[in-house]
């Protein structure tokens, strides 16, 4: 029984939620889960580019996916016959089982690769079943080092960017493939959450109310040992 707070206390630490399966780093996602319009960006990429073969079935009766074309109706529920047999999973609460970062990597980190019946290959999931959606607009990339020779002499795990090398450009910029993406990203972490940000805001207000409560209730007390320590 003593040992049950500490039990407790390593839980909070290792964040079992967000499996780690590659030796790439991930790189930060830029999401801000305030910015509204972002997210519409984001669930607008997601029902014309993912929504071919992704679900998104417990986003059904959101109104801003709704708005921008991630609708039930749209999604493939009734296909059975998928590429290779592997069906793409429901990104629903993908940013809860993955995090927001490794989402952020995996759509940066496809590289060509002949030898993948797809034609490329990623970093982070080495030999994934997903086609390279995003090749038009972030243009072809290939590895650029021998990926083993530059784990063996590097400290810090790599990044993709380390690795990976624009052979053939795309039809934005990095800069404009990175916002892009981070929409995406966006919209999945609202997805997985959709009040996330209303509870965060809720959060501070409770803290300051439990702030004006404590100096009430120290002016009470005070008033009441006033009286008190007379006697
Ligand atoms: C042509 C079909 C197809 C399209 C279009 C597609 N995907 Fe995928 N996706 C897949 C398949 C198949 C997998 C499973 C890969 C595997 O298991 O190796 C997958 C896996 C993923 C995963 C990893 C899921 C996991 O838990 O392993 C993410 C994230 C993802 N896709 C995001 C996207 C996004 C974002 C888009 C739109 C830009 C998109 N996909 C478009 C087929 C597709």
């Given at each position: 029984m003593k040992y049950y707070f500490l039990f407790l206390l390593l839980l909070f630490y290792?964040?079992?939620?967000?499996a780690v399966d590659s030796d790439i780093a991930l790189d930060k996602a830029p999401i801000n889960i305030y910015d509204i319009q972002s997210i519409k960006r984001g669930a607008k990429i997601f029902a014309t580019t993912c929504m071919a073969c992704h679900?998104?079935?417990?986003?059904?009766?959101?109104k801003i996916a709704q708005a921008s074309g991630v609708r039930y109706d749209k999604?493939?529920?009734?296909?059975?016959?998928w590429p290779n047999g592997i069906k793409p999973p429901d990104l629903s609460l993908e940013a809860d089982i993955h995090g927001p970062d490794w989402i952020y990597t995996y759509l940066h980190s496809f590289y060509l690769d002949p030898a993948r019946p797809t034609g490329f290959n990623n970093?982070?999931?080495?030999?994934?079943?997903?086609?390279?959606?995003?090749v038009p607009f972030q243009g072809q990339q290939i590895i650029a080092s021998d990926l083993n020779i530059m784990q063996k002499y590097s400290d810090a795990p790599l990044q993709w960017y380390d690795v990976l090398e624009l052979q053939r450009k795309g039809s934005l910029t990095p800069k404009q493939f990175d916002d892009m993406v981070t929409d995406i990203v966006n919209f999945l972490t609202y997805a997985a959450n959709p009040y996330q940000a209303f509870q965060w805001k809720l959060g501070y207000y409770v803290l300051g109310f439990l702030v004006i409560l404590f100096i009430l209730m120290y002016l009470l007390k005070r008033n009441y040992w006033q009286d008190i320590k007379k006697e």
């Amino acid at each position: 029984m003593k040992y049950y707070f500490l039990f407790l206390l390593l839980l909070f630490y290792i964040n079992p939620l967000y499996a780690v399966d590659s030796d790439i780093a991930l790189d930060k996602a830029p999401i801000n889960i305030y910015d509204i319009q972002s997210i519409k960006r984001g669930a607008k990429i997601f029902a014309t580019t993912c929504m071919a073969c992704h679900t998104m079935i417990y986003l059904r009766y959101n109104k801003i996916a709704q708005a921008s074309g991630v609708r039930y109706d749209k999604m493939p529920l009734h296909i059975t016959q998928w590429p290779n047999g592997i069906k793409p999973p429901d990104l629903s609460l993908e940013a809860d089982i993955h995090g927001p970062d490794w989402i952020y990597t995996y759509l940066h980190s496809f590289y060509l690769d002949p030898a993948r019946p797809t034609g490329f290959n990623n970093l982070l999931v080495p030999n994934t079943a997903m086609m390279n959606m995003l090749v038009p607009f972030q243009g072809q990339q290939i590895i650029a080092s021998d990926l083993n020779i530059m784990q063996k002499y590097s400290d810090a795990p790599l990044q993709w960017y380390d690795v990976l090398e624009l052979q053939r450009k795309g039809s934005l910029t990095p800069k404009q493939f990175d916002d892009m993406v981070t929409d995406i990203v966006n919209f999945l972490t609202y997805a997985a959450n959709p009040y996330q940000a209303f509870q965060w805001k809720l959060g501070y207000y409770v803290l300051g109310f439990l702030v004006i409560l404590f100096i009430l209730m120290y002016l009470l007390k005070r008033n009441y040992w006033q009286d008190i320590k007379k006697e």
